[in-house]
């Protein structure tokens, strides 16, 4: 081999040599932008798995404050209908002795019979009415078992009934929904034999 050919050689073997040198700078860079990335993507992963955690988080809350807002606002609602049944309750307990008054008066209209009972009547009953779609009823007593939960008893009386029956109603008692704002004032049978008041 000629010194020309040897130059050309060697010089061939250099370019071949700094071809892989360069392929291998070229490796290493690219493994290193490998590693780079590599470690970019599982840190953007962590922070990504932070970031939905903290939304559940976020989320479960949103549906708590929304869970206690309906409770709060159910609680509202019913504190609401508590006070509107206690406000109807009193008025209509206060409204007690003109029903009592209105039904004296029907009575003596009907005894003397006059002719103020009609329009007596249809404006107790009117009343009545309004009153009734408020809730309020009459307590059933005259010949009903005494009943403590209704009745009021004023006095014992002898009877052919057996003992306990009301057997005379004083004044009436009402109930006002499922609750008794006014027990009856009854007589009730003492059996027979000597009466007692009570």
Same mark, same amino acid.
């Given at each position: 081999?000629?010194?020309? $050919? ?23 860079? *690219? ?8 470690? $970019? ?20 809350? &949103? ?26 309750? *009193? &008025? ?16 003596? &209209? ?7 009972? $009609? ?11 309004? &009153? ?27 009877? *052919? ?6 057997? $005379? ?23 027979? =034999?000597? =009466?007692?008041?009570?």
């Amino acid at each position: 081999m000629t010194n020309k $050919e040897r130059k050309i050689a060697e010089d061939k073997q250099e370019t071949e040599k700094a071809d892989e040198e360069k392929e291998e700078e070229k490796e290493e860079k *690219s493994d290193d932008r490998i590693k780079a990335l590599t470690k $970019e993507v599982e840190e953007l992963q962590k922070k990504l798995k932070e970031k939905e955690k903290e939304i559940e988080e976020l989320r479960d809350k &949103l549906l708590r404050q929304q869970a206690e807002f309906e409770n709060y606002k159910k609680f509202l609602d019913s504190e609401m209908e508590k006070f509107k049944c206690l406000a109807n309750e *009193s &008025l209509i307990k206060d409204l007690l002795p003109v029903l009592d008054s209105m039904e004296l008066a029907i009575e003596d &209209l009907k005894k003397r019979k006059s002719q103020e009972l $009609e329009g007596i009547k249809c404006i107790y009953q009117q009343m009545f009415k309004v &009153l009734e779609n408020h809730g309020l009823k009459p307590i059933q007593a005259l010949g009903k078992m005494f009943d403590p939960y209704y009745h009021e008893v004023v006095a014992k009386v002898p009877s *052919s009934l057996p003992e306990g029956i009301v057997v $005379e109603e004083l004044q009436k008692g009402y109930m006002l929904n499922l609750n008794v704002i006014r027990h009856s004032k009854v007589k009730i049978s003492a059996g027979k =034999g000597d =009466g007692e008041n009570g």
